[in-house]
C-alpha cells in the first residue's frame, strides 16, 4: 500500500503542484510506468476518502495468492509464461 506522503514528495520530485489537476497527475505517474492499480491508489489518497481507501485496500488484497486457492497447471503456467 502507498504512502500518502511517499505520493506527494514524487509528484513534487517530477514538479507536479500539489494542487494540479487529476490527468496530469494520471500522466506523470504513467509516465513514471506506475501500475495502473497504484494510479488509481495514488488517486484515492490525495482525495483523502478513508473509506475509499479501505475499499480499495482490501480488494487488492483479495486479489493476492493463497496457497488455499486451486490453480489448474495450464493457469499456473500462463502467469509464469513457461511451457
Given at each position: ?10 509528484l513534487?520530485?517530477n514538479?507536479?503542484n ?29 482525495t ?7 475499499a ?15 490453480w ?7 502467469l509464469?509464461?513457461?511451457?
Amino acid at each position: 500500500m502507498l504512502d500518502r506522503q511517499f505520493v506527494e514528495s514524487f509528484l513534487r520530485l517530477n514538479n507536479v503542484n500539489a494542487n494540479a489537476s487529476t490527468e496530469d497527475v494520471k500522466t506523470t505517474l504513467a509516465q513514471a510506468q506506475w501500475h495502473p492499480e497504484e494510479i488509481e491508489e495514488a488517486l484515492l489518497l490525495r482525495t483523502g476518502d478513508e473509506a475509499a481507501i479501505r475499499a480499495f485496500a482490501q480488494k487488492q488484497q483479495e486479489k493476492k495468492f493463497r496457497p488455499d486457492m486451486e490453480w489448474s497447471s495450464q493457469k499456473l503456467s500462463s502467469l509464469l509464461g513457461t511451457d
